[in-house]
């Protein structure tokens, strides 16, 4: 690709492309095949095979990836989870100790602290707010520090820069989610960090069609992390990939778009009578405004509020939506809408979900790209109708 075609947009849909084109089609096709024939002079290493990460499909992806995160090499993966796992127990062997940001996924919170422990690793949770207290926890087992950029499902952006700095200071691999912000409105590896993880699924997809994961980072970081997931087997089938590679090429203009929507949302919602907290960054009210605008480009497309008269009353306005649809999942071009302590945060303990904020009447809307005046309309008449 050219030196001159640097930008996102245009990253988004030539980079990784192969040139010329095969047979001359405009769209790489999908190789639906799960071997390919062997090159001896490469021994092993000269085996394409869909478990070992190597087809033409995944290969596009992973340039692709590489250059809109600005890192030297990526890999897919057949989940978000599995991009995560499998960072974490590359990073990660048994007898050292990992610190972890205090308000993550759910589905992470449950990895760390379920199964990080049977495989010999312990883990410490620290407030990303607060650089002041993290050298208290590290010890001397102390490998790894991970977060994310923006919080789900509290839209709480931490102190990311200092997050680098602290890891970079004591010889730790920084790990960093960047599902929510996305590379167009935020770039890890430009901060510091070590390796950018996203779910695929979401964002980078966008059409609620693909589970997907996506790891980025130094070369010879990635080539551990790949030969790690070809043991576990968390390949993505080269279709998956298609669509994958698919999604991404909107990527900028729906991600812009649901920045401008998003912002306007949260605004309404903020001055509704039967809302009694908004919880998005690009709102002045935010309590890490002031750090999100200086560090992205835009805020994203999601928000949490919280409706008046309890977890009975958040359920009653979902019921009566007519455009957000009530599902799991996010990032997509249909608005989906959940309550996290029903769906992705129920694995929690209700005392766990107390303890970091996530009340039964919080509500969490992936906003999609339907007309914004619509969804506000809806929005009213659900919350009219309480």
Not at 158 to 165: N, Q, V, Y
Not at 363 to 371: F, H, I, N
Request: glycine share 8%; with cysteine; hydrophobic share 40%.
């Amino acid at each position: 690709m050219s030196e001159i075609a640097k930008r996102l947009e245009t990253q988004a849909i030539h980079a990784g492309e192969p040139r010329p084109a095969i047979c001359g089609a405009v769209v790489t096709p999908v190789f639906q095949s799960s071997t390919f024939f062997c090159d001896a002079e490469k021994g092993y290493h000269g085996n394409r095979y869909i478990r070992l990460n190597n087809t033409p499909n995944h290969e596009v992806l992973h340039a692709k990836l590489a250059a809109l995160e600005g890192g030297e090499a990526a890999l897919v993966t057949s989940s978000g989870m599995s991009a995560i796992t499998t960072t974490m127990l590359t990073v990660l062997r048994a007898g050292d100790h990992l610190l972890a940001q205090n308000n993550l996924y759910g589905g992470t919170y449950d990895f760390v602290t379920h199964d990080l422990e049977s495989f010999g690793i312990s883990y410490t949770f620290i407030d990303a707010n607060r650089p002041e207290t993290w050298a208290a926890h590290l010890r001397e087992n102390t490998r790894a520090v991970y977060c994310e950029t923006i919080t789900n499902p509290l839209m709480e952006v931490g102190d990311l820069p200092a997050i680098a700095r602290f890891a970079q200071q004591h010889s730790l691999v920084s790990m960093i989610d960047n599902t929510f912000a996305s590379p167009v409105n935020f770039n890890p590896i430009r901060h510091g960090f070590n390796l950018v993880i996203h779910s695929g699924t979401k964002y980078l997809n966008g059409h609620n069609d693909i589970v997907a994961g996506a790891i980025v980072g130094k070369a010879d970081a990635i080539e551990r992390i790949r030969l790690k997931l070809n043991h576990l087997g968390g390949a993505l089938d080269p279709h998956a990939c298609f669509l994958f590679n698919r999604g991404i090429k909107t990527l900028v203009v729906r991600m812009r778009y649901q920045n401008e929507s998003v912002l306007k949302v949260a605004r309404f919602l903020e001055q509704h009578p039967r809302v009694s907290r908004v919880l998005y960054p690009g709102l002045e009210s935010h309590s890490n405004h002031r750090r999100a605008r200086e560090l992205f480009a835009g805020f994203g497309g999601m928000l949490s509020f919280e409706v008046k008269g309890g977890g009975e009353a958040a359920q009653r306005f979902i019921e009566r939506l007519t455009i957000p649809l009530a599902a799991w999942s996010l990032g997509g071009v249909e608005s989906l809408i959940t309550q996290p302590s029903l769906t992705t945060h129920a694995g929690l303990s209700p005392e766990r979900r107390r303890e970091i904020g996530i009340k039964d009447e919080l509500v969490r809307l992936s906003v999609g790209l339907e007309a914004t005046e619509d969804l506000i309309a809806d929005l009213e008449q659900a919350l009219h109708a309480q």
